[in-house]
């Protein structure tokens, strides 16, 4: 198996989570428990993802100059991610998430994106080697959009293969003739052709939409019932895998990764797609995200090869 090399534009963020018996009021304080930090943000979560499938995987991100960010970088390590394009922005700090849930399982979140806000395009353009010495570039929507298209367009100018995971979606009018594959949800892909989030167009439907805009092809992760591809050699489902579900927090971050990796070491876009069901649903099996991310050993098994 030829190894893959792929290059993730991305964010990192730092989550700090904390559970209480309600939420706060204006002013008060409530007493909390089980008080944890953990890894996050999409670009590392499937940076991380990459590696563990076998993947030769850098990480273009801009952190912050702070102890957050230097635990960013010995995750990258650990992990065996390439943190040559990893930016230690001097004054703004590494992203971070706050994340109260109260008894119900109701939770309130707010975030500083930090040092993710000041990833631009001229730093895309400044790692262009980078990305011109992959197979793949995978990219995400946790920074600045114009950034994400960046990572688009110069993968497209350099000949490799161009995959946006469009979460959060955030949105954008131009550079969609550079996205060889896009892997919203459903709720994403209605945002992206400018429709409610609880609209009720069927994928078939949103997926021709999305790929009148210019993308190459669609592959609609659909949760436990699988995905739709819509790409000129096969439209239709793909089944979900039947799993015991735990936590779907890393779903998506696993599936996005598994389908880079997969294609860029060759596979065509149908079994590219059944590989990366199999990661995603290996991840929900586990709480968490990086501690749910699937190794290849996991998905070779599941796969009995």
Known sequence: MVKARIAVVGSYAVGLSMRTIRAPGPGETVEGNEFAEFHGGKGSNQAVGCARLGAETTFLACIGNDSAGDKAVSLYETEGVGTNSVIRHPTLPTAVGFIIVDEAGENQIAVDFGANRALHPADVEA???????SDGVLVQMEIPPETAMAAMRVGRECGVITVLNPAP???????????????????EARLILGLAPDSDAQPRDLADGIREKGVGA???????????IASDSFTGAVPGQPVDVV?????GDAFA?????????GAELRDAVSFAMVA????????????AL??????DRRLDR
């Open 247 to 251: 936590d779907t927090t890393g779903a």
């Open 127 to 133: 790692h262009r080697e980078i990305i011109q010495a």
């Open 257 to 265: 990764a598994a389908i880079t990796t997969a294609l860029a070491e």
């Open 294 to 299: 699937p190794y290849r050993s996991d998905i």
């Open 218 to 228: 669609v592959v609609m992760t659909l949760g436990a019932a699988g995905a739709f």
């Open 280 to 291: 995603g649903s290996l991840a929900v099996t586990k709480y968490g995200v990086i501690s």
């Open 169 to 187: 979606y955030q949105p954008t009018e131009s550079g969609w003739e550079n996205v060889d594959v896009i892997t919203p949800n459903q709720s």
